[in-house]
């Protein structure tokens, strides 16, 4: 068990080592730039953007070709955008 006069000290410690680590942690890995922020953000987006346009694209063409109305692109729309942000999620965890 640790004495009263030691836990500041072990605190500080603590404190020190967490700041240190910070910013090594912060030379080996530096912030990335504006630009590449921009890119990060076309990407996410298009990522969303694009299996939407494909669900809508092919819901639009079967329901043309089935004589389903709106049925099938209202669907497939929907399954699409959900996609799109599956895959934006596990992008931006990779990242």
């Not at 004495?3 to 500041?8: A, H, I, K, S, T």
């Not at 990335?32 to 990407?43: K, M």
């Not at 953007?49 to 092919?58: A, D, H, N, R, S």
Request: net charge negative; proline share 5%; no cysteine.
């Amino acid at each position: 068990m640790t004495q009263p006069d030691q836990e500041p000290d072990s605190h500080l410690a603590d404190a020190a080592r967490r700041t240190h680590d910070r910013e090594q942690a912060g030379k080996h890995d530096p912030e990335p730039t504006l630009a590449r922020r921009f890119g990060q953000i076309g990407v996410l987006g298009w990522v969303i953007v694009g299996p939407t346009i494909f669900g809508i694209l092919l819901g639009n063409w079967l329901d043309h070709l089935l004589g389903t109305g709106v049925t099938l692109t209202a669907a497939l729309t929907l399954l699409g955008a959900a996609l799109g942000l599956w895959f934006a999620l596990r992008w931006m965890h990779q990242q």
